[in-house]
């Protein structure tokens, strides 16, 4: 039963893996350094108590893991909703090594999550449970150690709780102990929008390189929190696409005239945060959404919307993920039979942590840059890494993924040859 147990649970990581080893095949990586990369260095669980607002105590269980800290400390989000698993936070930390490797950052890959469904919760419930996670993982955190910053159901104030918490219990003041904080305390002008920018860049590269007019381009985008938003209105107003589709988790919204990303925000806003009702759209089912007849989709939700189930009704030309694992390895194969572009969440949402490593300079050198300088440094770094790619794709003959994962793990191999396994 226990054996059948785990097997289930590290479901997420074997799929993760089978991505890893089939770029190994392909650049014949020495299995010994395979051995080591395929295995996270380090994972933490915690459980603590946090008293709610009716004075009742609740445990709650959440992880960090370090993956890899062979390019530099590890780097990643934190992750709130009930479905945290601690096989789900090793895969998102594994994916971060080859993430952060990709877009040439110093740093390792690592996440973080808690099991807590935050609709259910005080703002003064959030605060303490955050507060209190944070001080439990405080030991193997630093911003030379590892470096959260947010994912799902985190935002800028989660982070602000995190780096008070730490400065307080480590006496002492460190701002780069964490990314995506308010620019108030310490956080980067453009990390709030930097993911869907980021993914804007690289999807305008993809459409080039296809020979797609991007300012006539179709979009539907799954998921309209920060990363679906922001990639949502800068395709729009900036690169002129027309944005025909949007959902998020309440409700899926279609209008072949196009969505203004803005106002659709604004009904969120008014709306308790939720899509139902909005006037200027018909709702349509979330399982139609990805399959609309569009240009580009944008699966910006959580791991696995697209399977083997409805790979083969996807009608994009291009996937842009801008989630994390929204493709399962089978549905990649239909995808790719079908001449489908994916690309891959480790470059098409690599802007994210691009800008948190901004963040992080400016934390260490005690500066500030200006907005149009975090803009020009993201784009070019994603320019570069798409270049990069499709160089490694041109040289293998592969996919976009397994080209990424060639760049990606080739420096980690070279960095873990030059510095070798002992203290
Ligand atoms: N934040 C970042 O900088 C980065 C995030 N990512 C990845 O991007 C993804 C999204 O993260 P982020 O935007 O930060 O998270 P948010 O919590 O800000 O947004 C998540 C969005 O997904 C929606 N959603 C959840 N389930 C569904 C569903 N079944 N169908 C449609 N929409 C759904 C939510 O709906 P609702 O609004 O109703 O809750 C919400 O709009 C994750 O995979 C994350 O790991 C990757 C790189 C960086
Ligand atoms: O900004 C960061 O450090 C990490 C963002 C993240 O968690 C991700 O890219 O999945």
Redesign the pocket.
């Known amino acids: 039963m226990e054996a059948t147990l785990r097997e289930e649970e590290r479901s997420l990581y074997q799929q993760a893996l089978k991505v890893f080893y089939r770029a190994a095949y392909v650049m014949e990586l020495d299995p010994e350094i395979a051995k080591i990369l395929a295995v996270p260095e380090r994972s933490l669980t915690v459980r603590f108590p946090v008293v709610m607002d009716d004075g009742r105590i609740e445990v709650f269980t959440g992880y960090r893991c370090q993956h890899s800290t062979i390019l530099g400390p590890a780097k990643g989000?934190v992750?709130y909703h009930p479905d945290v698993t601690l096989d789900e936070v090793e895969t998102?930390a594994f994916w971060m090594t080859w993430k952060c490797s990709l877009m040439n950052l110093p740093y390792g890959g690592g996440k973080g999550g808690v099991k807590v469904d935050t609709t259910k919760l005080s703002p003064r419930e959030f605060e303490r449970l955050s507060r209190r996670f944070f001080y439990e993982i405080s030991d193997i955190v630093g911003q030379f150690r590892d470096i959260p910053?947010?994912?799902?159901?985190t935002n800028s104030q989660v982070m602000a709780w995190f780096v008070d918490t730490y400065n307080k219990t480590m006496r002492r003041y460190e701002p780069g102990v964490v990314t995506?904080k308010p620019v108030e305390i310490g956080g980067s002008l453009g990390r709030d929008e930097?993911?869907g920018r980021g993914l804007a860049v690289v999807t305008a590269e993809a459409c080039e390189y296809l020979g797609i007019d991007i300012s006539k381009a179709t979009v539907a985008v799954?998921?309209?929190?920060?990363?679906?938003y922001f990639s949502a209105k800068i395709l729009q107003q900036e690169y002129g696409a027309k944005v025909v589709a949007i959902?998020?988790?309440?409700a899926?919204l279609y209008n072949p005239n196009g969505i203004d990303v803005e106002d659709l925000m604004n009904y969120k806003m008014q709306n308790k945060?939720?899509l139902v009702g909005y006037p200027k759209a018909q709702q349509i089912s979330?399982k139609e959404l990805l399959e609309l007849n569009v240009d580009i989709l944008v699966p910006?939700?959580?791991?696995n919307a697209i399977t083997e189930e409805n790979a083969d009704n996807v009608k994009a030309k291009i996937i842009a993920e801008?989630?994390?694992g929204p493709v399962t390895p089978e549905a990649d194969k239909i995808l790719n039979s079908k001449g489908i572009l994916v690309i891959p969440?480790i470059l098409a949402?690599g802007g994210?942590?691009t800008v948190s490593y901004f963040e992080w300079v400016q934390n260490v050198q005690c500066i500030r840059w200006e907005l149009e300088e975090v803009r020009n440094k993201l784009a070019k770094n994603m320019k570069a890494a798409f270049a990069e790619v499709v160089k490694a794709k041109q040289k293998y003959g592969t996919d976009l993924r397994t080209a990424s994962y060639i760049v990606a793990i080739g420096r980690v191999a070279t960095a873990l040859k030059l510095k070798g396994i002992y203290p």
């Open positions: 989000g992750r998102l910053a947010p994912d799902v159901r995506g930097a993911t799954q998921g309209f929190g920060n990363v679906g959902s998020a988790s309440t899926a945060g939720s979330h910006a939700a959580l791991e801008g989630a994390n969440d949402n994210g942590v």
